[in-house]
C-alpha cells in the first residue's frame, strides 16, 4: 500500500543522551507501528551515501560527522499517510521552530542534533527503507 510507510532513524545524540527508549515509546504512542528495527553504526561512507542528496550542501561534512559519531537506531514505521503524518509527528527540522509535543521540539537540540530522521516523501522512504532493510528483515 503506498504511503503506509516511512523511516526514521534515532540519531546518535538522542541515542547517547539515553532517549531512545522514550523516542520510541512516543513514536508506538503516536499510532506508528514499527515494522523493522536495528541499531547500527554508519560508516562515514554509508553515512555519505545515505545523505547524498546533500553533497553539495554547506553542512554535509558536519552532518556525516554527527551521524557516524555513534549509533543509531533504524525503523520502518507504518501508519496510514506514514510520511506526511510522521513529519507532522516529529516536528519542524529546526527543534526552536517545532510544536510543544513533538519529538524533536522535546528532544532535540539543534537543526542538526534534531533528535530524529523522517523521510520526506513516498518514494524516499522506500529508498531509505531498502538502504537499511532487507525484505527478509521486514514484518
Not at 554535509?60 to 506526511?84: C, D, K, R
Amino acid at each position: 500500500m503506498s504511503g503506509s510507510i516511512t523511516f526514521t532513524m534515532v540519531k546518535p545524540g538522542s541515542v547517547a543522551d539515553g532517549h531512545a527508549a522514550h523516542i520510541l515509546a512516543k513514536i508506538v504512542e503516536g499510532g506508528f507501528n514499527i515494522k523493522a528495527m536495528k541499531m547500527c553504526r554508519l560508516s562515514k561512507e554509508q553515512a555519505e551515501a545515505f545523505y547524498a542528496i546533500h553533497r553539495d550542501r554547506p553542512f554535509f561534512a558536519s552532518l556525516v560527522s554527527s551521524m557516524t559519531s555513534g549509533p543509531v537506531i533504524a525503523a520502518i514505521l507504518e501508519a496510514e499517510n506514514a510520511v506526511e503524518n510522521y513529519r507532522k509527528y516529529i516536528g519542524a527540522t529546526n527543534p526552536s521552530e517545532a510544536v510543544d509535543g513533538t519529538i524533536r521540539k522535546i528532544y532535540g537540540k539543534s537543526i542538526e542534533a534534531n533528535a530524529v530522521h523522517g523521510s520526506d516523501s513516498d518514494a524516499n522512504a522506500e529508498i531509505e527503507s531498502d538502504f537499511f532493510f532487507s525484505k527478509f528483515e521486514r514484518f
